[in-house]
């Protein structure tokens, strides 16, 4: 027996608050029964319903994926271009943690644990995502030190962030950066680099939280070993 906010909020379908005030405001049902008592436990063979949505509880599926370019970071794409679901062979409902461009490779986690993913994406849990920029130019100290100090971007300051030249290369006149930020803004890496002048020319997230795609090539996933589940709970509970 669960509680009623736990299993929504499991779901998918909302964050476990959100799910409190549902239950409050007397919008859930179950077995037809509205329930807005916040203590109500609930097992599996009870059906949930808010509105006329039926609540699931398939069983939970991690996934880490080597995104590679040209495919979305969404469940379905109006301009039907390749998404990340699309790569993956499963009957369940995944979705993914956050977001990565179209062109950004690397670490990518889907699931269709709601908590979870509400949690690792919550701003207050500060997730480090690792990305490495290859940019044009040689990348100064400067830039790095005002970058990793907070830019504005889209009106707002980026929180304090890790940022390092890690090779510039001659030849093409290119650096080699990383960069360690907890936030997840819209194409936060590209304009926080655009912010100190800089184009990225290719990015990719080399860890999300302890996760690192070593050993995957570009497009294969892996399943997340219950360790590696229960690590990323311990991380942001
Ligand atoms: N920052 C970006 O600019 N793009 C991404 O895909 C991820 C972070």
Same mark, same amino acid.
Request: positive net charge; hydrophobic residues 35%.
């Given at each position: 027996? &669960? ?12 964050? #476990? ?16 029964? /509205? ?33 590679? #370019?040209? %495919? %979305? ?19 369940? #409902? ?5 977001? @990565? ?14 908590? @979870?993913?509400? @949690? ?28 990793? #100090? ?27 950066? &990383? /960069?360690?930020?907890? &936030? ?9 680099? &655009?912010? %100190? ?31 590696? /589940? ?8």
């Amino acid at each position: 027996m &669960e509680r009623l906010q736990k299993v929504i909020a499991n779901s998918g379908y909302c964050s #476990r608050r959100k799910a409190e005030e549902l239950i409050s405001d007397g919008k859930v049902r179950v077995n037809g029964q /509205v329930i807005s008592e916040l203590g109500f436990k609930v097992d599996g063979n009870d059906e949930i319903m808010i509105g006329n949505k039926v609540i699931s509880r398939e069983e939970k599926e991690y996934i880490l994926l080597n995104k590679p #370019r040209g %495919v %979305v970071t969404t469940t379905s794409d109006e301009k039907n271009r390749k998404t990340v679901i699309d790569l993956i062979d499963t009957d369940k #409902r995944l979705y993914p943690v956050g977001r @990565l461009d179209y062109d950004t490779t690397g670490a990518l986690l889907l699931t269709n644990d709601g908590e @979870l993913t509400n @949690l690792l994406i919550h701003p207050r849990n500060k997730v480090d995502k690792v990305y490495i920029a290859k940019v044009k130019g040689f990348f100064d100290k400067e830039s790095a030190l005002t970058m990793s #100090r907070g830019v504005v971007i889209d009106g707002v300051k980026t929180a304090k962030s890790f940022v390092k030249l890690r090779k510039y290369d001659k030849k093409s006149d290119s650096s080699i950066v &990383e /960069v360690i930020i907890h &936030e997840g803004k819209n194409h936060q890496v590209k304009k926080m680099f &655009e912010a %100190v002048g800089f184009d990225v020319l290719k990015l990719k997230r080399e860890m999300f939280a302890f996760l690192n795609v070593n050993g995957l090539k570009s497009g294969e996933y892996r399943y997340l070993s219950v360790k590696e /589940v229960k690590q990323l709970y311990s991380l942001v509970k």
